[in-house]
């Protein structure tokens, strides 16, 4: 994602190599053979999966990020040296392998020509599972979710030091939740519609009753993106009827910052809410999940229904205004947007206090029993 105020600066920075020109970067940076190749799905920056010849056969995530963001490369390393702490703290995320002149990352050129961009290269290893997306998560994964979130946050905030992590302050990053009110220069995009009217209404509530609130919040260091395409899960149980997921991976650290922990239990709700066939009951089994590492204060939990609003505000002008810039990935763009715009009017014509109550209420049983 876009690492600065001004998103579009992102206009024609995302990499655009060939599977072939790929391959022939894994064999010069990091001295791998490529049997096998693959595109993924990717924002702003360019994902491939391989395969490498050899003992063992491994796989791997080849993942090129965007020339603007690029440029900040002790952001990125910050960004995956937290990757690495976390494997070894016994959380599934991935690592690095290291190139040919022993470094976690490479600063290449997308091609010969004078005056090129230059792109962040990274070779990371390939996580097993099914994302989140594609499965019905039922109130025991949401549980699971819910706790990782809280657990990741937690561990990063406490355990996790190195050099670069200074970069993790980024003040005027879009998609820090506290920059919501920043969505007023990307609103065009929607259009005139009812939709603007409801995100223009999020922006105005946002500044009026959570941004002076930031402050009693509690500040921690949010992976920022646990999204239903970022976290794999696989099953342990031959039953169909109600499978027991557990988490295999957690993707996509570029969204790291500086926060609070209710940000983290808010954007976690929200995308799991994208595909669910009962999203308003979503909250409750997420917060519970969260709650059982870190109860929410009452400011915090106050907070929570216009946080959660907010991060659809986020998500769907961001991927419209987004979709402006790269027309022919508008599909993948805006997959959230498919019932995004449902869900956040759904919970603005339901109303804040009757979510509210539904989420808590849940939260509340599972303090008598756990899952």
């Known amino acids: 994602m876009s690492s600065g105020n001004d998103y579009q600066a992102q206009t024609l920075t995302k990499p655009a190599l060939g599977e072939r020109e790929a391959a022939e970067l894994v064999d010069r940076v990091f001295g791998l053979k490529v049997s096998w190749i693959g595109s ?5 920056d360019q994902n491939f999966h391989v395969r490498v010849s050899g003992a063992g056969a491994e796989e791997y995530v080849l993942k090129i990020t965007n020339s603007e963001d690029s440029q900040e490369p002790d952001l990125i390393e910050a960004q995956t040296r937290a990757m690495m702490f976390l494997s070894a703290e016994g959380f599934p995320s ?12 490479s600063l290449e050129s997308g091609d010969t020509r004078p005056g090129s961009k230059k792109y962040v290269v990274r070779l990371l290893t390939y996580l097993p599972g099914t994302p989140v997306a594609k499965i019905t998560a039922n109130a025991q994964l949401l549980y699971e979710i819910g706790r990782l979130a809280a657990s990741v946050d ?3 905030s406490e355990k996790f030091q190195h050099p670069t992590v200074k970069n993790l302050h ?3 990053f879009i998609w820090n939740l506290a920059n919501v009110p920043l969505l007023d220069q990307y609103i065009y995009a929607l259009g005139q519609n009812k939709y603007r009217a409801v995100v223009e209404q999020v922006i105005e509530q946002f500044k009026d009753k959570v941004i002076p609130k930031l402050s009693s919040f509690r500040a921690c260091i949010n992976h920022g993106d646990l999204n239903d395409h970022n976290i794999l899960v696989d099953s342990n149980s031959a039953s169909l009827e109600n499978p027991q997921y557990r988490v295999s991976g957690i993707l996509d650290f570029s969204d790291m910052s500086y926060g609070y922990y209710v940000f983290e239990v808010a954007i976690t709700i929200m995308y799991m809410m994208i595909e669910s066939p009962d999203p308003l009951s979503v909250g409750g089994h997420v917060l519970a999940g969260f709650e059982s590492v870190l109860p929410l204060t009452a400011e915090e939990r ?3 229904f216009l946080l959660v609003s907010g991060r659809f505000a986020q998500s769907l002008v961001i991927a419209a205004h987004t979709a402006l810039l790269y027309p022919e990935n508008r599909e993948y763009l805006t997959i959230t947007a498919r019932t995004g715009w449902k869900h956040l009017m759904t919970m603005f014509e339901v109303g804040q206090e009757a979510v509210e109550n539904a989420w808590f209420e849940t939260a509340q049983a599972y303090t008598q029993h756990t899952p």
């Open 170 to 172: 980024r003040s005027q």
């Open 154 to 156: 937690k561990v990063l």
């Open 40 to 44: 993924l799905p990717s924002y702003d």
């Open 94 to 105: 991935a690592t690095p392998y290291l190139t040919k002149d022993g470094n976690i990352m």
């Open 302 to 304: 106050g907070a929570l």
